[in-house]
C-alpha cells in the first residue's frame, strides 16, 4: 500500500506569490499516475492534474505539476485569491487509490 | 453536463445501516467506473471503494471491507454503498465520483456529498 506524504501543512503566502507544493509517495508510484485537487470549504474537491504534469479540462495554466517516482510537486506560480484552498495529491497507480493529508494554501 | 447527486445519509446508531445513492447524469452511466470517497468532519480525503465500468470489479479500502457493498443499477443510472456494521469513525461525508474516461482511477467529476453521522 503506498502512502502519500504531503508538505508543507500548511502554506502562507501572499497574493501574486508562488506557491510550490510537496507530494512524496512511500513507494514509487507507477507510470506517474499521480493527480491532484483542490477544495474549497463546503465544496466537493476539483480536479487539477493528472498524469503528475497534465491539466485537468479549464484549468488555468498557472496551476503546473511536476515529478515522476516519489516525488511530485504542484507550482501555482501566481496565486489568485479564488486559489486559497485545500489541495490534495492521490496516487492511481494501484488499489488502494490512497489521497495524501492535504496541504492548505491560506492567506498571509 | 455531468451530474453527481448523492442522498441517503443521516444519523444512524453504532452497529446500524444505511445505504447511500449517487443519481448520475450527463454521461454514459453503464460504462463508467466509479467511486465513493469519505472526509470525517475537519479532516482529508479518505479513498472507500470503487466499482469498475462494464465489468463490474469491486475494490475496497481495508477499513470498509467485508462491512460496505458498492453496487450499481445501470438502468436507473445510479451508484449505491451499502454501509453496514457502523461506527463513530465511519463518520464523514461521502462523495461519489466518476472515474476519468482514460480508465485509470483518478476522479473528475465529484458529487456534493451527503452526510453520515454514526452517534448513539
Known amino acids: 500500500e503506498i502512502v502519500l506524504t504531503q508538505s508543507p501543512g500548511t502554506l502562507s503566502l501572499s497574493p501574486g506569490e508562488r506557491a510550490t507544493l510537496s507530494c512524496r509517495a512511500s513507494?514509487?508510484?507507477?507510470?506517474?499516475?499521480l493527480a491532484w485537487y483542490q477544495q474549497k470549504p463546503g465544496q466537493a474537491p476539483r480536479l487539477l492534474i493528472y498524469g503528475a504534469s497534465s491539466r485537468a479540462t479549464g484549468i488555468p495554466d498557472r496551476f503546473s505539476g511536476s515529478g515522476s517516482g516519489t516525488d511530485f510537486t504542484l507550482t501555482i506560480s501566481r496565486l489568485e485569491p479564488e486559489d486559497f484552498a485545500v489541495y490534495y495529491c492521490?496516487?492511481?497507480?494501484?488499489?488502494?487509490?490512497?489521497f495524501g493529508q492535504g496541504t492548505k494554501v491560506e492567506i498571509k | 453536463e455531468v451530474q453527481l447527486v448523492e442522498s441517503g445519509g443521516g444519523l444512524v446508531q453504532p452497529g446500524g445501516s444505511l445505504r447511500l445513492s449517487c443519481a448520475a447524469s450527463?454521461?454514459?452511466?453503464?460504462?463508467?467506473?466509479m467511486t465513493w470517497v469519505r472526509q470525517a468532519p475537519g479532516k482529508g480525503l479518505e479513498w472507500v471503494s470503487a466499482i469498475s465500468g462494464s465489468s463490474g470489479n469491486t475494490y475496497y479500502a481495508d477499513s470498509v471491507k467485508g462491512r460496505f457493498t458498492i453496487s450499481r443499477d445501470s438502468s436507473k443510472n445510479t451508484l449505491y454503498l451499502q454501509m453496514s456494521s457502523l461506527r463513530a469513525e465511519d463518520t464523514a461525508v461521502y462523495f461519489c465520483a466518476k472515474r476519468s474516461t482514460s480508465g485509470y482511477y483518478y476522479f473528475d467529476f465529484w458529487g456534493q456529498g451527503t452526510l453520515v453521522t454514526v452517534s448513539s
Open positions: 450527463g454521461f454514459t452511466f453503464s460504462t463508467s467506473g
Open positions: 492521490q496516487q492511481y497507480g494501484n488499489s488502494p487509490w490512497a
Open positions: 513507494q514509487s508510484v507507477s507510470s506517474s499516475n
